[in-house]
């Protein structure tokens, strides 16, 4: 196929505008081979693919196509047999969030803590000024005496929170930021356990500071993600604008947009490329993975559903993934559609998970 027509009809699958011979042509091309699977994964949404397999139906021998889905070996042939299921999950109305032992968004300050209401948790910016209401502190006393406070987000909520300069701190699930009721003269200091994602307001004379588990990313003013779970044991400091400094013992590097760093113990700082769309999807309620490992999903459900999975099969771990659903999905829908696209069984026991062949 010539390039320019392959060029208009990815452009007319992604606005949707293809007709039924244009579905038939770009779709027989997604099957000549692996390569042209790979590349239009790259270029698509994943509701992309279902759209073109919603316009081209053969008219005949629909039990022959249906076997050649099934035969698709490639993982990018499993994207379009996995969205024939999630497209449904994704455009119904009214969904139940998942349900989670531990569900409640908590703020600690000393040997006192506060349980957030049903109304703020509905993902509402709590602003600063009002924490010290939750715990009877008069803010002029606040201010005065300094106070550590700690947001514990628990698995299954995100939350936003804006601190006392005007930083906005969105946090994902399982995690936990410990900040103080006023900044220093000299720094802003916050300690990360967990994923954040911090749009911090610019202040020249007073840089701001990320302590995580591996190092600490220090700012002036910008937009960055942070993934930094314990069990982990690496951080990942996305930069999607801006500029940061990262560092780790003696090591010290400068991060651009559109640059990653990678830190783990005993390792020096490795810095890549990322997609923003992928690294930012659970800010957007969603799940998100491109070529992750089957262990690197589960991890992800995890946090989430508040489940435990048990997999022994190495080989099983490490198949890839293509996913792209909505969080507040039921964890079911989830799994029914890994076993369906990946040849995985499930047996739930209580809250444990046990992952086979």
């Not at 606040?142 to 909520?157: E, H, I, M, R, S």
């Amino acid at each position: 196929m010539k390039n320019i027509l392959l060029k208009e009809l990815i452009t007319k699958s992604l606005h949707g505008t293809l007709d039924e011979e244009e579905s038939k042509i770009l779709y027989d091309w997604i099957q000549e081979s692996k390569a042209n699977e790979e590349l239009y994964v790259k270029l698509r949404d994943v509701d992309t693919l279902q759209n073109i397999l919603e316009q081209y139906k053969p008219k005949s021998k629909p039990k022959q196509k249906t076997y050649r889905m099934l035969k698709w070996g490639s993982v990018a042939a499993a994207i379009v047999i996995f969205t024939t299921i999630t497209l449904t999950f994704w455009k119904s109305g009214n969904p139940t969030s998942p349900q989670t032992s531990v569900d409640k968004i908590m703020l600690i300050s000393g040997n006192k803590s506060y349980q957030l209401s049903e109304k703020l948790e509905k993902n509402e910016k709590v602003p600063h000024t009002a924490i010290s209401t939750l715990f009877g502190i008069p803010e002029a006393e606040n201010q005065a005496l300094q106070n550590d406070y700690t947001l514990v987000v628990p698995k299954g909520k995100t939350y936003d929170i804006d601190l006392v300069d005007g930083t906005t701190v969105t946090l994902n699930a399982d995690s936990k930021l410990i900040f103080p009721s006023k900044f220093t003269d000299n720094n802003r200091i916050v300690t990360l356990s967990g994923e954040a994602f911090f749009k911090v307001t610019k202040d020249k004379k007073r840089p701001f500071i990320v302590k995580t588990n591996q190092g600490e990313v220090k700012v002036l003013g910008t937009d960055f993600n942070i993934n930094s779970y314990k069990d982990a044991g690496v951080d990942a400091i996305s930069l999607v604008e801006g500029k940061i400094q990262v560092s780790k013992e003696d090591e010290v590097l400068t991060l651009v947009p559109g640059q990653k760093a990678l830190l783990r113990k005993n390792e020096s700082i490795k810095v890549s490329t990322f997609d923003p769309e992928e690294v930012l999807a659970w800010k957007e309620g969603l799940f998100l993975f491109d070529d992750r490992s089957l262990a690197q999903v589960l991890t992800e459900l995890e946090k989430w559903y508040s489940v435990e999975f048990k997999c022994s099969d190495t080989a099983l771990q490490s198949i890839p993934i293509y996913i792209k659903i909505k969080r507040d999905r039921k964890l079911e829908d989830i799994l029914m559609a890994l076993e369906q696209t990946n040849h995985i069984k499930f047996k739930k026991i209580g809250n444990v998970i046990n992952v086979s062949p």
